[in-house]
């Protein structure tokens, strides 16, 4: 970990891109993704709120922790499909189907993901489960 001078340089150098804000406003744009960056979203889980541009968006993988929850609950994905950038269709998988081995994620190595998530119990129990597990 270093620091950067500018968020738009972070970005840019970054394999991966975790956000996790209250913005409102977009603060990762989708032009500073390199190829095979990936972006986790963890904030912004309102309906009104953006961590993400719509570039970011259009060039990215979607991935979630549940359609449910992220295409109504989360502006990142929420927003884009509201204005027609996206369709509910466009997110590839989200954690049930990843777990379960429906979708493989990442195809390539060039491919840019993104992981929008609201947060889900289910998140919280396998964290839980973990500590029990290396604590027992």
Known sequence: MRA???LEAAVREADIVSCATLSVEPLVRGEWLKPGAHVDCVGAFKPTMRETDDAC???ASLFCDTRA???KEGGDLAIPVASGLIKPADVRA???DLALGVHSGR?????ITLFKSVGTAIEDLAAAILVWN???
Not at 107 to 111: K, R, Y
Request: aromatic share 4%.
């Open 107 to 111: 195809t390539s190595e060039d491919e």
């Open 94 to 96: 989200d954690l049930f």
């Open 69 to 71: 929850g992220a295409l």
């Open 134 to 136: 290396r604590l027992n």
């Open 57 to 59: 968006i259009r060039r």
């Open 4 to 6: 950067a001078e500018s």
